[in-house]
Structure formats: structure tokens, C-alpha cells
């Protein structure tokens, strides 16, 4: 597709549950990220991969949150046991090369109850 | 660590100009972004800076001072679609993942 595509657009779960979810880059983007965007800041840095090599987890949470990208094209991230200090929209972003210029998917709001 | 901070919110009339400021303490720098980011919608990219000096395009410009840890997003002949929040982010470090400020939100009224 011609952008970065995320899914569900939004996820309800019950605390406790597992959660995964999808980023579908821009074909042929080398560079994933995932951002945590809690209401009313900034993006924080999860995790980055360069194809279906994981770079860096420095920021991943904790050890409930796991990244993968198998095949360098989609990535999922999946939390599990979620907790409701969880709640936030995860941003994807994806890029040709390190420093060319990042493109971020609509995210995916999740909402833990 | 990183340090990046911009004002939380800013207010301007409609047809004005108005400057967000940005300073940042980083280990490393490489680069620093300007993001817009209507509420609900992905961020989407306004500039790029990595020399000292200031970028036009269009109605917006970014402008950049290295040596001070500083940069602002000025934007000309507001217009109300410009509501929105505006992230810093500069990028260090070998891995050039961009760290990011809270954000400014900017509220334009007529």
C-alpha cells in the first residue's frame, strides 16, 4: 500500500489479556519502529528493527512486550498480561533507510479495562 | 540521557505567525525532525534539519542552531487546519532512532 498500515485501529481488552498487534510498513522499508503515545505526549521509543533483525528493545517496558518481524515486511507487537497503565495508541513507523525520512501509521489505540 | 523540551501549548490568532521553540540535551546528535500531529491521526513530517541555519518551505520553516542545542517551527499566515500538535525530535546515536518532545499544542482561533 502506499502508507504505513496498522491494525486493529483500536482494541478494547480486559486487564490480564493478551494483546497483539499489526504494522504492515511501506514495501521495501528497511526500518520498523514502535512508538508508546500516552494522551497528551510525545511518542516514546519501544522498539526498532533493520528487516527482521531487532536493533533495539532498550525500550520495551517490560518483559509482558514482545516484538517480531520474521520476515522484514510486517512486525507484530504483542503484550501480554496487559495491564492498564498499558492503555495508549502504539505508533509504527517505517523508512527506506536509517535517516531517509519516517512514515508513521494511524496507530492503534489500545484501551485496557 | 535525552532531554527535549518544547512549550506544552501555544495560542495564535488566524493569519499570524507564531514560533515553537525546541532545545534539547542529547548524547549524540544527527538530525532533528518537525512533526505535525492532528489529534486521533498519524504524525506526518514537515522538515528535516541537520545544519545549522533555517529551511523554508512554504508557509513553514524549521531553523536549527547545533551549537546551542535549539531549534523552532515557524509558521506563517496561520490558517485554522494548523491546529494541531507539533513534536520535536532529534535523532543520535549510530542507530538513528529519533527521540521525541512531548509536543506543542498549537491552538489557532479566528
Known amino acids: 500500500g502506499a502508507g504505513v498500515s496498522q491494525s486493529p485501529r483500536y482494541k478494547v481488552a480486559k486487564r490480564g489479556q493478551d494483546v497483539a498487534l499489526r504494522c504492515d510498513p511501506i514495501?521495501?522499508?528497511?526500518?520498523l519502529f514502535w512508538y508508546q503515545q500516552a494522551l497528551g505526549q510525545g511518542p516514546e521509543f519501544l522498539t526498532y528493527?533493520?528487516?527482521?533483525?531487532?536493533?533495539?528493545k532498550s525500550g520495551l517496558p517490560s518483559d509482558r512486550f514482545f516484538a517480531e518481524r520474521p520476515e522484514g515486511s510486517v512486525s507484530t507487537l504483542k503484550i501480554q498480561r496487559t495491564q492498564q497503565e498499558d492503555s495508549a495508541v502504539y505508533l509504527c513507523?517505517?523508512?527506506?533507510?536509517?535517516?531517509?525520512?519516517?512514515?508513521f501509521g494511524s496507530g492503534t489505540r489500545l484501551t485496557v479495562v | 540521557g535525552q532531554n527535549i523540551d518544547q512549550p506544552t501549548e501555544m495560542t495564535a490568532t488566524e493569519g499570524a505567525i507564531v514560533q515553537i521553540n525546541c532545545t534539547y540535551q542529547?548524547?549524540?546528535?544527527?538530525?532533528l525532525f518537525w512533526y505535525q500531529q492532528h489529534a486521533g491521526e498519524a504524525p506526518t513530517f514537515l522538515s528535516y534539519?541537520?545544519?545549522?541555519g533555517l529551511e523554508e518551505k512554504g508557509r513553514f520553516s524549521s531553523f536549527l542552531s547545533r551549537s546551542k542545542g535549539y531549534s523552532y517551527l515557524l509558521l506563517k499566515e496561520l490558517q485554522m487546519k494548523d491546529s494541531a500538535s507539533y513534536l520535536c525530535a532529534v535523532e543520535t546515536g549510530g542507530s538513528y532512532i529519533p527521540t521525541f518532545g512531548r509536543g506543542t499544542s498549537l491552538i489557532v482561533h479566528p
Open positions: 513507523a517505517s523508512s527506506l533507510e536509517d535517516n531517509y525520512g519516517y512514515t
Open positions: 542529547t548524547s549524540g546528535f544527527n538530525g
Open positions: 534539519n541537520v545544519l545549522d
Open positions: 528493527f533493520q528487516n527482521e533483525a531487532q536493533l533495539d
Open positions: 514495501s521495501g522499508h528497511v526500518s
